[in-house]
């Protein structure tokens, strides 16, 4: 534990109150000029800290703690901001025992937050009731808590949508050694369909590897300048055959440039995934647009991929990147998506600090827009 320094408020016309503790021993320091030191040390802890006496009353709190709870709080008993008796009956405990602990505790009001308590005693030393006896620091845990939920539940699918494949497989397998065994026509279908599978887990490990790769990059900004409108053209050359095999055209309109910082490899990955959800969920036969277009007053780019399909209701446009997430988990099954794209490229444009609108309208369509700042200067040819 890191050695902390505390203070008495109640005694604060000498040095008697002022002692520097460590989790090892307790040991009295008389340096009168330290008293307003400790006060602003204490003020600078952004986690809030409390100090209490042996009766539970409020000696002192900081900055944090006054904003969380009261900003009058000294002098009142700690039960009026905190209510559980979990963190009140551990201070009487820690206070007769000397031993820390720590006690999580939830805090109905503002929100419902969950925070964890580290309680130390305090041994001042004085015969006053009203000097500090308990320090309690406290660490909001709520988002934390929410991250490791999320990491769990992603764990859970991830693991459910890999079972799914290997539990057909193995079932086909089953089949081909026993009742199979010598059905020929059968053997070509299971075998067939076995393939499938295999390729339905394939497509989900490399886009759960993908998408772990962008997650580790996502602090560190791209650096280099690349063609957003060379970056279109080429995304729809790489997707003609599979528009070809839906017999959907795709249309690209951008201008000869548009400069961009980023990583090419990354933003062609983001618009062909938005061209393959366009041929996948769109109606082939009004074909797709892709629209590059360069906002110079704004100094941006913008790289919109439209599709005339049946459109996404709204209540799902705010969940469409999450991992998994699906309208339709039997049309997404069907057409061979994992649910992970969207989650690549809300990761990807995370990384190039670039925004992604989406627009839809039902049995309209639907705009992906994704909008970066333009880099360096603008040349005619982009404007
Ligand atoms: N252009 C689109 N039109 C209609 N629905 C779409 C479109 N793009 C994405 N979606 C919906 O968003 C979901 C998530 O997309 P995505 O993350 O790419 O996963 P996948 O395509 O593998 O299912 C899709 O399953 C689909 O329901
Ligand atoms: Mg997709």
Redo the contacts with the bound molecule.
């Keep these: 534990m890191i050695p902390f320094v505390i203070w008495n408020r109640q005694n604060q016309s000498g040095p008697a109150g002022v002692e520097q503790h460590d989790d090892a021993a307790a040991q009295v320091a008389p340096q009168p000029q330290s008293v307003p030191l400790a006060d602003a040390l204490v003020e600078t802890i952004p986690d809030p800290f409390v100090l209490v006496d042996a009766g539970g009353r409020v000696v002192a709190a900081n900055a944090a703690a006054r904003h969380l709870f009261a900003a009058r709080m000294t002098g009142e008993h700690l039960s009026q901001q905190i209510r559980a008796p979990s963190i009140l009956d551990t201070i009487g405990d820690v206070i007769e025992t000397g031993v820390a602990r720590t006690v999580s505790f939830e805090r109905r009001t503002g929100g419902g937050r969950r925070f964890e308590a580290t309680i130390s005693s305090i041994a001042s030393g004085l015969p006053d009731e009203t000097a500090p006896a308990a320090a309690i620091l406290l660490r909001d845990m709520t988002d934390r808590q929410h991250l490791d939920r999320m990491r769990a539940d992603f764990v859970a699918n991830a693991s459910h949508e890999l079972r799914t494949p290997l539990a057909s497989i193995t079932g086909y397998i089953e089949t081909l050694q026993g009742p199979a065994r010598t059905d020929q026509a059968a053997q070509d279908r299971f075998l067939g369909r076995m393939l499938e599978q295999a390729h339905r887990m394939r497509r989900l490990i490399d886009d759960l590897l993908s998408l772990s790769r962008v997650e580790m990059n996502v602090h560190r900004t791209p650096s280099s300048v690349v063609d957003l409108s060379e970056i279109a053209r080429y995304a729809c050359e790489m997707m003609t055959s599979a528009s070809k095999a839906e017999d959907c055209k795709i249309r690209v309109d951008a201008p000869a440039a548009a400069p961009v910082t980023g990583d090419r490899d990354e933003l062609l990955q983001v618009v062909q995934?938005l061209i393959e959800?366009?041929i996948?969920?769109?109606r082939s036969d009004k074909g797709i647009d892709v629209i590059v277009r360069i906002d110079a007053a704004r100094r941006k780019v913008s790289l919109s991929v439209r599709?005339y399909?049946r459109?996404?209701a709204e209540e799902h446009l705010p969940r469409?990147t999450e991992r998994f997430?699906?309208?339709?988990e039997q049309?997404?099954r069907s057409r061979g998506?994992?649910?992970?794209?969207?989650?690549i490229v809300k990761h990807i444009l995370l990384r190039h600090g670039a925004d992604l609108d989406i627009e839809s309208r039902i049995g309209q369509g639907?705009t992906?827009t994704i909008a970066m700042p333009v880099a360096g200067e603008l040349s005619a040819a982009a404007e």
């Design positions: 995934n959800n366009a996948k969920y769109g599709d399909g459109g996404i469409l997430y699906r309208v339709s049309e997404s998506g994992t649910g992970l794209g969207l989650a639907t992906f």
